[in-house]
């Protein structure tokens, strides 16, 4: 894939990626692979906060653009200014445009042009690439 050819701000050896991730997020992140749909408990996630890299912790998605898509994965209409890449996947006889995390290179999921207003995009991510921090709650509540 194209990002492979881009120097990345965080490089790391393939032992180092190993150690860093589980075996599914390193079969997903730094494999292009896919998580089982509906299998991550981030696709019920509903709470104002940020969705960020697993892998380097770059703030990629804000909770106010996730949307429920019916598909079985996170899905988002936009993701943080600056915060993704994206290459073309022509895997599995389709053309498709893979995003990537733009600090490390992490695969996330894909894109595509079917998703609500205002950008009609949906961001499909896969949720085992993702961990979510809670906005703190500014009611004097806990938001855990």
């Known amino acids: 894939m194209a990002q492979t050819e881009k120097q990345f701000a965080v490089v790391k050896t393939d032992e180092e990626w190993r150690k860093l991730l589980t075996p599914e997020q390193y079969q997903v992140m730094r494999r292009h692979g896919t998580e089982r749909p509906g299998s991550c408990a981030l696709l019920r996630e509903k709470r104002p906060g940020t969705f960020s890299c697993a892998a380097c912790d770059q703030p990629l998605f804000v909770a106010d653009r996730k949307f429920e898509s019916g ?5 988002f209409f936009a993701p943080i200014e600056g915060a993704i ?8 006889f389709m053309r498709r445009t893979e995003v990537h995390c733009s600090r490390c290179g992490s695969h996330l999921g894909h894109v595509f042009e079917d998703g609500p207003p205002p950008t009609g995009l949906r961001y499909c991510i896969n949720g085992v690439a993702l961990n979510f921090e809670p906005a703190e709650a500014t009611d004097g509540t806990d938001n855990s």
């Not at 598909?71 to 899905?75: C, I, M």
């Open 85 to 92: 890449g994206t290459s073309v996947d022509d895997s599995y």
């Open 71 to 75: 598909t079985g994965w996170p899905s």
